[in-house]
């Protein structure tokens, strides 16, 4: 079986660099609020892109071991069926949450290659969540207040990093390594 990992490598590794280019940002040229919102957009911009990745990986994955059922398989294309008004079914890009999307897409990896692997929601999902709660008061600023970040909520980022980062490196790692991957 042939995987392609690489338009996850290549879009992982180009959102990454962005992530550590906006936290050397020059304070000299950049106030330090921008700076700190920048690394917010960046990083959910590298969760985002990563996270579609791994969902093509689980689709490349199912079209070998026929796994996913076909509403699993829409959810990973980011497809769902609804019936419009005329009585004909239809489909529509589908909206989810980020947290249910990530475990949603982690866990087809995990049933797909069927790998041993346990998502810990330990102090680093929580980290995630509140991270989200960051990335949305900042998209959506109701007051100057929103816009501006805090250094606890900077390490706060930091920490959600950490932990989503074990989780997609231990999962491609564990793609890699199931011996279902040519």
Not at 57 to 81: K, T, W
């Amino acid at each position: 079986m042939g995987i392609n990992f690489q338009p996850l490598r290549e879009t992982y590794n180009e959102l990454l660099s962005d992530y550590e280019f906006s936290k050397k940002l020059d304070l000299k040229i950049y106030s330090e609020d921008f700076v700190k919102r920048s690394v917010v957009r960046s990083y959910f911009a590298l969760v985002e892109g990563s996270l579609f990745q791994l969902k093509q990986v689980a689709v490349q994955g199912n079209s070998y071991y026929q796994v996913l059922d076909q509403f699993e398989l829409g959810f990973l294309q980011e497809r769902s069926v609804f019936v419009a008004e005329n009585g004909v079914v239809k489909t529509k890009s589908s909206q989810i949450s980020l947290v249910p999307n990530l475990l949603f897409t982690a866990n087809s990896l995990i049933k797909v290659f069927n790998l041993n692997y346990t998502l810990i929601k330990g102090t680093g999902y929580e980290a995630f969540k509140d991270a989200i709660k960051i990335r949305d008061k900042i998209t959506h600023p109701k007051s100057k207040s929103d816009i501006t970040l805090s250094t606890q909520e900077i390490l706060k980022i930091g920490d959600a990093n950490i932990w989503y980062r074990d989780i997609f490196t231990d999962l491609i790692n564990l793609i890699d390594n199931s011996g279902k991957v040519t």
